[in-house]
């Protein structure tokens, strides 16, 4: 029976021998454990085997978990959608957000962010693959968000992220990859410093390595499958 510890050691490796195909350098890609559903005493066990980033995706559940640690060496990313309600406890308890789509939220996150605290660190979230039923912007409409959240105060904007839609049409998903670096680096080239492609979960963060992927968002490979359906 493996362990999270043993689940994590596999998943680096994963990401090692995916580094060394796209001939990228050891350490360009972030882990990011996400620990949405499962109880905080699995996320004490992946921190006592090195891992020092999670991912929540509701924020009640994230506070709370973040309130029982106490462990100031943990980052805290909220990678799920942000409703207006809600972006009070995101600005005040969480390092990251993954998931901006909407200039409102940006606005709410940037006045209630404690001054006492760093910066939040915000990636826009870009539906690329145009599925009615998923948050994030257009890809027409990236630069003109981008533009205005990097303008706003207690913010800083790193970067994009996306999840496209499920399929084992590897060409398709490197596609949908490809199309966010491509949107990143034109952003760049206009003058914003970004550097960070949150994209890629269990079942195809190599195909987003492969196209350049920062953060890699891991679940279910690390801790298993999860305990409760979204």
């Not at 990401?15 to 559903?37: E, F, N, P, Y």
């Not at 590897?170 to 966010?180: C, T, V, Y």
Request: with cysteine; hydrophobic share 45%.
């Amino acid at each position: 029976m493996t362990t999270i510890s043993d689940n994590l050691q596999a998943v680096e490796e994963r990401i090692r021998r995916a580094l060394r195909v796209s001939a990228r350098d050891d350490g360009s890609v972030h882990l990011l454990a996400v620990s949405k559903t499962w109880p905080a005493e699995a996320v004490r066990q992946a921190r006592a085997a090195g891992q020092r980033s999670f991912g929540e995706n509701y924020v009640q559940e994230g506070v709370e978990k973040i309130i029982a640690l106490a462990d100031p060496g943990i980052e805290w990313h909220f990678i799920g959608p942000l409703q207006s309600n809600k972006t009070r406890e995101v600005a005040e308890h969480f390092a990251w957000v993954h998931g901006v789509d909407r200039l409102k939220i940006a606005e709410r996150l940037s006045a209630q962010r404690p001054a006492a605290l760093p910066p939040l660190q915000v990636c826009i979230q870009v539906n690329v693959s145009g599925e009615a039923s998923k948050h994030g912007v257009a890809p027409a409409e990236v630069r003109a968000l981008a533009r205005a959240v990097a303008r706003l105060p207690r913010l800083r904007l790193r970067g994009l992220m996306a999840i496209p839609e499920p399929s084992e049409d590897e060409s398709l998903l490197r596609g949908r990859f490809r199309l966010l670096r491509e949107l990143r680096d034109q952003l760049n080239a206009e003058g914003l410093a970004l550097d960070a492609l949150s994209m890629g979960m269990s079942h195809d963060f190599e195909l987003a390595i492969a196209e350049g992927a920062t953060i890699v968002r891991v679940g279910t490979a690390i801790f298993g499958t999860r305990t409760r359906v979204d």
